[in-house]
């Protein structure tokens, strides 16, 4: 998607949900997102034998209620809409919807009929639709760029055991345009309309908000259904020629988040500012006012909101590592990000858990830096772990001559658990490569190391893949999970592009602050610590720093590398 139709969209969206300003002033309004209801459609047709219903669109419905409203699954109505995948929902236009065994109305009246969906004109048009593909005992399905096999196995009710056998797949990859064999079995055939019993349509389709909801956003509460007055700042840079498009991708999934907020029963007050010109543009009354103001990003700006905001006034810091210097003596302060620091100290306590009594652990270092900037920081965190360690440090300079003193302090019978502690690309490069040259010798070795080494270009990852890198990182999208599957649907139905890493942090943040301020109103800055939370990208479990001291996130999430390339969340 070009950058310019993104703005348009996100423009569109802007109007349904929050106003945004595009430059210096005061604040900018916002308004609720109301959804409009979905009603059920009286009327069906039937196209190939099969039945759907003949659903108009209406102004702000969305892929998502109408797919809740009907008891059908958004694969399911780009299965029957193909042109949705390319048009996306338009005010007016008439798209079909599966029929299921669910949602029946004995009162409505069937019209036969090859009338399907034009969904450019709002109108009926005539169009051919294809005919399932049979070969033998098997319907020959498709595959289209959204499906994988749990969309593939709920549409036809096979278990993805089956169709994996039936295809001789060994893993669940698939690509677009690939023809699978769906093992046809014997089910007993819907009764006729006309004389089916009167049901109400079944609400069992399940957002990532759902599930977050149920599983993770601290299990046992009920949501709350109060009002949530929270505050967005972000450099947007709207007024220039080419805005921020970070900041936009998090604004596009704060949007989501809010969505998705308002469809669960919370009704939510967004006020939007653009902060990119320094200025914060916002009085002390409207601070004073919110339940949670997340943003601005930088650190500088943080520092002049917190010095303005009156007291208790709960700010997020959504994006900034650096940011986490403000917490220590701001206690109304949340930093969202997990710190380097946190990251190395799940290391530790991830070799811990992993080694047996005779693994040597080795910590490695390049001479004359120390990355967490305090010399005894490490050397407490492996302390606190009981950790015995040895430690080698070496210059770039050095890293051909180093293998031999390295092998003096491993072990050619135990596995050697190897510590990297640099964020030096050129330095864990050659730190890398010489751990090869080892494991070609015969040694066992485990690399954990920051989660920036995922980031590195000039590292090769057969070489990660070979000292099997063990990474704790702050964000990581397991796109495998349900819940992730459901955000790039939706993401992709709503923007027509891909969503970005900031468009998940925009997600995660918003949705778990203003959930929290639902639930617990201003006391939520007391009660984020109760529980760990997984969202789609990150995870939060947070703590407060000091006495006197605000809240960072001692979460992160753990990434192995396996020796048969596989990359995988622990």
């Not at 089916?196 to 599983?215: I, K, S």
């Not at 409207?286 to 700006?301: E, F, H, T, Y």
Request: hydrophobic share 35%.
């Amino acid at each position: 998607m070009d950058y310019k139709n993104k703005m348009k969209t996100l423009g569109f969206l802007t109007a349904i949900f929050v106003s945004l300003s595009v430059g210096a002033g005061p604040e900018i309004s916002a308004q609720d997102y109301v959804p409009t209801p979905v009603t059920v459609s009286k009327e069906k047709v039937k196209v190939d034998g099969k039945l759907y219903y003949s659903h108009i669109v209406l102004e702000r419905q969305t892929l998502y209620s109408i797919c809740k409203a009907y008891g059908v699954t958004a694969a399911e109505v780009y299965e029957a809409n193909p042109t949705l995948i390319d048009t996306g929902l338009k005010k007016n236009a008439i798209i079909l919807i599966p029929v299921s065994g669910q949602v029946t109305d004995r009162n409505t009246t069937v019209k036969e009929g090859k009338d399907t969906t034009d969904t450019t004109k709002g109108k009926p048009a005539k169009q051919k639709k294809k005919k399932k593909e049979k070969e033998g005992d098997f319907i020959v399905h498709t595959v289209r760029w959204y499906e994988d096999l749990d969309v593939i196995s709920e549409k036809y009710g096979i278990p993805v055991e089956a169709i994996m056998q039936a295809n001789g797949l060994s893993g669940r990859k698939l690509s677009n345009r690939q023809k699978l064999k769906i093992p046809v079995v014997a089910t007993p055939l819907p009764e006729e309309v006309g004389n089916a019993e009167e049901t109400a349509p079944a609400d069992t389709t399940e957002t990532a908000a759902d599930t977050l909801n149920r599983h993770a956003l601290f299990p046992g509460i009920p949501a709350g259904k109060k009002k949530v007055d929270a505050i967005l700042m972000l450099p947007f840079n709207a007024g220039a020629e080419r805005p921020s498009e970070g900041n936009m991708d998090f604004y596009c999934g704060a949007l989501l988040a809010v969505k998705d907020l308002g469809d669960s029963g919370i009704s939510v007050d967004l006020s939007v500012y653009d902060v990119a010109d320094g200025n914060l543009h916002i009085t002390v009354e409207r601070l004073q006012k919110s339940d949670v103001v997340i943003g601005p990003v930088s650190s500088g700006d943080l520092g002049r909101l917190l010095g303005v905001a009156p007291e208790g006034t709960v700010i997020v810091s959504p994006l900034d590592h650096r940011a986490e210097s403000l917490v220590e003596t701001h206690e109304n302060l949340i930093q969202a990000p997990s710190s380097t620091k946190a990251q190395y100290k799940d290391l530790a306590d991830w070799i811990n858990e992993d080694r047996s009594p005779a693994d040597p652990v080795i910590v490695i270092h390049e001479k004359g830096y120390n990355i967490l900037g305090d010399d005894t920081a490490m050397e407490t965190i492996l302390g606190e772990s009981g950790i015995p360690y040895k430690t080698f440090s070496y210059s770039i300079l050095e890293g051909r001559e180093i293998t031999k003193s390295l092998e003096g302090m491993m072990s050619a019978d135990a596995c050697n658990r190897v510590l990297v502690m640099s964020e030096s690309e050129a330095f864990v490069n050659d730190v890398v490569r010489n751990l090869n040259l080892m494991i070609h010798n015969k040694y066992d070795i485990v690399l954990y190391g920051p989660s920036k080494i995922r980031s590195f270009e000039t590292i090769e990852v057969d070489n990660l893949h070979n000292v099997r890198l063990h990474t704790s990182v702050s964000y990581y999208i397991d796109y495998d999970s349900p819940e992730v599957r459901r955000f790039v649907m939706q993401y992709r139905a709503l923007y027509n592009t891909e969503p970005t890493p900031y468009a998940f942090q925009g997600y995660d943040i918003v949705h778990f602050f203003l959930k929290s301020c639902s639930d617990y109103g201003r006391g939520m800055i007391d009660r984020i610590g109760e529980k760990r939370v997984s969202l789609l990208q990150a995870d939060f479990k947070f703590g407060r720093v000091s006495e006197g001291g605000g809240y960072i996130n001692n979460a992160v999430r753990r990434v192995v590398y396996g020796p048969d390339y596989s990359v995988t969340l622990e």
